[in-house]
C-alpha cells in the first residue's frame, strides 16, 4: 500500500531518547505512514537503537554531519509521498497526532500546511506553552505572524505540509546553522495560511544536554534583513521578526559584541516590543545575566544560557 504521509526524523546525538521518539510513531492510530530517518553523523550509539527498531516502514538514511538544515531537506528528498510531517529525535507525538493531521488535511483541501499545539515535556511534568489565542479543541485556518505573538505556530516537530510548497518557499537554508527553523517558518507565513489543530498532540522533551549541541556563534544565526521588504508592507511581520531580533540583540550584548547589537537593535520598531523587553535591550550586560542566572534556578527554557553554567537550560531563538 502506497503511504499517505511520511514522517521525517532528524537524529543527532539522541541515543536516549530516539527510541521513544519512533515508537511515539509506530503506536500512532493512522498506520499508512512511511518513516524516514535521517542519521546526521551521530557520535553516539543512536544509529545502533534505531537498527534495533524492526518495521518495514521504516527507512534510514546515514549521513556526515552536516546540521539540522541538510537533514531535513535530505529526508524530504527521499520521501515517497506528496505530504511529509517532521519529527526532531527527541521529541514525541500523542498517539493520535497523524490521524488528527490526516482529517484536518481531509477537511481542508486546498490547504497545504498544518500543525498541532505543543507542551513541553519535562522530567516530572507536561506544560503546555500558552499560545495567543484560546486552545479549544477546534481546527481552524490562522495567518502565522497574527498567532505567533507568544508562542510560534509551527515548529520541527509539528509541521506537516505538502511538499509543493517548496516550489514556493524553497527548503531549509543551509547556510543557517541555528535559527533555520523560524526562517523556515518566515518563508511559509508569508505565503501559506496555517490549518491549526487547537488541541496539544506534541511534547518538545526538556533536555539540558541538548545544550552542547547549540550553536551561540552570532555569524551562524538569521539576519532576516532579505525580509525588509515585506517588514514595510505588513506591520504583522514587522513585530514578528523584530521579537526575534530582540532575541538576538541581547545574545550579542551577553557575548559583548556590539557590532552584532547595533545590528539587529538599530532594526527595531520599539512599540513592537514590551515595556519590560524595551527596558532589558537598554540594560547592561551584567543586569542580563544576573536575570538569567535567577530563571535557571526555576529549572524552565531559557531564550540564552545563563553564563558560566553549562548544565542549565535549553537555548532558544
Known amino acids: 500500500m502506497t503511504p499517505d504521509i511520511s514522517v521525517i526524523i532528524t537524529v543527532y546525538n539522541k541515543e536516549h531518547y530516539i527510541y521513544n521518539t519512533i515508537q511515539s510513531v509506530l503506536n500512532q492510530t493512522y498506520s499508512n505512514f512511511e518513516i524516514i530517518i535521517v542519521n546526521d553523523g551521530s557520535s553516539d550509539r543512536s544509529e545502533s537503537v534505531i537498527k534495533k527498531i524492526t518495521d518495514t516502514r521504516i527507512h534510514y538514511i546515514k549521513q556526515s554531519n552536516q546540521g539540522a538544515s541538510v537533514a531535513r531537506n535530505n529526508g524530504i528528498a527521499h520521501a515517497n509521498t506528496n505530504f511529509v510531517a517532521l519529527l526532531d529525535g527527541d521529541d514525541t507525538w500523542h498517539e493520535t ?123 551562524l544565526k538569521p539576519k532576516y534583513d532579505k525580509y525588509e521588504a515585506e517588514e514595510q508592507h505588513n506591520p504583522a511581520v514587522k513585530a514578528f521578526i523584530d521579537k526575534n531580533r530582540y532575541s538576538l540583540a541581547i545574545l550579542s550584548r551577553l557575548q559583548k559584541d556590539k557590532h552584532a547589537f547595533q545590528f539587529y537593535s538599530s532594526k527595531i520598531k520599539n512599540s513592537n516590543l514590551t515595556l519590560r523587553q524595551n527596558i532589558l535591550l537598554n540594560s547592561p550586560r551584567w543586569v542580563l545575566s544576573s536575570l538569567l542566572q535567577l530563571k535557571a534556578l526555576k529549572g524552565r527554557k531559557l531564550y540564552y544560557r545563563p553564563l558560566n553554567n553549562k548544565n542549565s537550560s535549553k537555548f532558544l531563538i
Open 97 to 219: 497526532y497523524l490521524e488528527s493531521i490526516i482529517n484536518a488535511e481531509k477537511n481542508f483541501p486546498e490547504a497545504s500546511v498544518f500543525a498541532s499545539a505543543i507542551a513541553d515535556k519535562y522530567k516530572n511534568e507536561i506544560v503546555p506553552v500558552t499560545y495567543n489565542f484560546e486552545i479549544n479543541g477546534n481546527v481552524s485556518i490562522k495567518n502565522y505572524f497574527e498567532n505567533s505573538k507568544k508562542y510560534t505556530l509551527l515548529t520541527s516537530s509539528s509541521i506537516a505540509f505538502k511538499t509543493s510548497i517548496l516550489k514556493t518557499t524553497g527548503g531549509f537554508d543551509t547556510s543557517i546553522k541555528s535559527g533555520q527553523d523560524t526562517d523556515m517558518w518566515i518563508r511559509i507565513g508569508l505565503n501559506y495560511p496555517i490549518v491549526f489543530i487547537n488541541k496539544t498532540l506534541v511534547y518538545y522533551n526538556y533536555i539540558d544536554s541538548s545544550l552542547s549541541n547549540t550553536t551561540f556563534n552570532l555569524a
